[in-house]
């Protein structure tokens, strides 16, 4: 059984860095063809695919949040992290982290059918 948990603060101040971490058992993130992949849901909206690191060390992203985006890992640990820059109250969201098997090739953002595992979630606030 793979399992996938999110962690960090709960609350961040508008114009400063959101920085997750998601902690993995039951499967290596260096597994060939694993993206490790950050995904996010605002109150009352939709899921919104974020970005991902590949099994490889490369990284994927999100157009729209490119800029403000890094995804890195910690191999050691097992662990893959999310850093979201200058965040703004529209970015108050549940933040999930989700094993991505690859399926689709090189289609970005990737279909959700490719993702078998997810945290629960972690709800994030952004206010002052």
């Known amino acids: 059984q793979v399992t996938l948990q999110e962690s960090g603060p709960g609350l961040v101040k508008p114009s400063q860095t959101l920085s997750l971490t998601c902690t993995v058992s039951?499967?290596?993130?260096?597994?060939?063809?694993?993206?490790w992949t950050w995904i996010r849901q605002p109150p009352g909206k939709g899921l919104e695919w974020m970005g991902a690191?590949?099994?490889?060390?490369?990284?994927y992203y999100s157009r729209s949040l490119k800029s403000r985006t890094s995804i890195s890992r910690d191999t050691s640990k097992n662990q893959f992290t999310l850093q979201l820059t200058s965040v703004t109250p529209e970015e108050t969201a549940v933040y999930y982290c989700?094993?991505?098997?690859?399926?689709?090739?090189?289609?970005?953002?990737?279909?959700?059918?490719?993702?078998?595992?997810w945290g629960q979630g972690t709800q994030v606030t952004v206010s002052s």
């Open positions: 989700a094993r991505d098997r690859g399926l689709a090739g090189d289609t970005w953002p990737p279909p959700w059918y490719g993702m078998d595992y």
């Open positions: 039951g499967d290596s993130i260096t597994t060939t063809y694993d993206y």
């Open positions: 690191i590949a099994w490889s060390g490369k990284t």
